[in-house]
Structure formats: structure tokens, C-alpha cells
């Protein structure tokens, strides 16, 4: 009976010691995390992140005010978003009144919305945005085109809320890079349309007195 008890504890000790043996070659499994208890970053694959796209305009420094909004520049406590898209862009103008008088000053609001749902930043200065003035097809005047204000400024975005712009104009003509002479305009029709690059918003119409 000794004998039989002993080599039972044998048997049962030979199979405990092949169970606790580890498979030569296999590694160890991976919980994902590192020695500090930190995630592991995926190694590779991941995509990278692209540099923004920087808008782009042949324009000169224009005459224009700081923008106003809530989301002006500094309202994100120093975080820079990235550029927003073009495609994610509305741009629209309006004028304080529909008709100025020959001692008023025409002032016009550029407004400039983002639809897309994370923040972004927009270069609304006015080598960027531009307010144009036409006399039927004809160009008269640009708010880009004599050089005054801050030519880049830009100015972080959220979601539906406008960052506006206000531009006054001289009711003289001009021509890029000031070229040329600066007529008075004559009383009569205008428009006035807002232009970034190939942004461009819906015009308005007003008149001179």
C-alpha cells in the first residue's frame, strides 16, 4: 500500500511540473501598457499630423479694425487650433445703412463663420480678407489695396459664432498696390461683396448720395 501511495505523488508531482513549464520561444503577453502603468502608444500605422494649410492671397495690407467676437485671438488661453478648411468657411458682408449721404462715410461688416464642429483658426487680416467696391462690373475699390492695418491676423473659430470685421471706405477709387489715382466716386449704385482668396460672399447693394 506504501509503495502504491508513493509513486501516485510521483505521477501527480511529474504533471505538476509540466504544467508550470513555459513553451520555449513564446513571448510574454502585452497588457498595453508600459512599466510606469502608462499606455503603450501603438507602434507605427497611426497617422501622422498634417502642418495646416496657410490661406494664400496676393493681396496688400488693407484698411480694417481688430476683429470682434468671443472668439477672438487669446480666447482659447494660448491654444492654437489648426487652420479650418476652406470648405468649412462662410464669409458674408453687410452695410451699416442702405444709403449715405455726400458727408457720410460708407461702413461695411465682414463676418467670417466656421461650420465645422472642433475649433479652428482663420487669418482674417487684410492682406486675407478683403472688402471690394464695384460700380456695375467695374472694380473700384479694395480694402487691400493701399497697404494700412494688420496685413496677417489671425483668430481662433468656433462653431457658428461670427468673428466680424469692420472696414470704412474713403468713396475714392483705388488700385492694387496703390497704383494710380484716387478719384472721388460719383453719387450712384455700388456693391460691395467680401473676398478671401477663392472665397467670395453674396454681394450688397447700397448708393451715394
Same mark, same amino acid.
Given at each position: ?39 503603450? +502608444?501603438?507602434? !507605427?500605422? #497611426?497617422?501622422? =499630423?498634417?502642418?495646416? $494649410? ?5 493681396? %496688400?495690407?488693407?484698411? &480694417? ?78 480694402? +487691400?489695396?493701399? !497697404?494700412? #492695418?494688420?496685413? =496677417?491676423?489671425?483668430? $481662433? ?5 461670427? %468673428?466680424?470685421?469692420? &472696414? ?42
Amino acid at each position: 500500500m506504501l509503495a502504491g501511495a508513493l509513486a501516485t505523488l510521483a505521477v501527480a508531482a511529474w504533471s505538476l511540473s509540466q504544467a508550470l513549464m513555459v513553451e520555449p520561444g513564446r513571448p510574454p503577453l502585452r497588457t498595453g501598457h508600459g512599466p510606469s502603468g502608462a499606455a503603450v +502608444a501603438p507602434q !507605427g500605422g #497611426g497617422p501622422a =499630423s498634417g502642418a495646416p $494649410a496657410h490661406h494664400r492671397s496676393g493681396h %496688400t495690407p488693407g484698411s &480694417v479694425t481688430k476683429p470682434t467676437s468671443s472668439t477672438s485671438p487669446g480666447a482659447f488661453g494660448g491654444f492654437k487650433p489648426r487652420f479650418c478648411s476652406w470648405h468649412s468657411v462662410v464669409i458674408s458682408v453687410s452695410a451699416t445703412q442702405a444709403a449715405f449721404t455726400a458727408g457720410q462715410r460708407p461702413n461695411f461688416s465682414l463676418s467670417v463663420v466656421s461650420t465645422q464642429p472642433k475649433d479652428c483658426s482663420f487669418n482674417v487680416g487684410s492682406s486675407h480678407l478683403a472688402l471690394v467696391i464695384k460700380e456695375g462690373p467695374a472694380r473700384l475699390w479694395s480694402s +487691400a489695396d493701399c !497697404g494700412k #492695418g494688420a496685413g =496677417s491676423l489671425v483668430t $481662433a473659430l468656433r462653431q457658428g459664432v461670427p %468673428t466680424v470685421v469692420t &472696414v470704412s471706405w474713403n468713396k475714392k477709387t483705388s488700385a492694387p498696390g496703390c497704383a494710380g489715382p484716387a478719384n472721388p466716386a460719383p453719387a450712384g449704385r455700388y456693391t460691395a461683396y467680401a473676398v478671401d482668396g477663392s472665397l467670395v460672399s453674396t454681394p450688397v447693394t447700397f448708393r451715394l448720395g
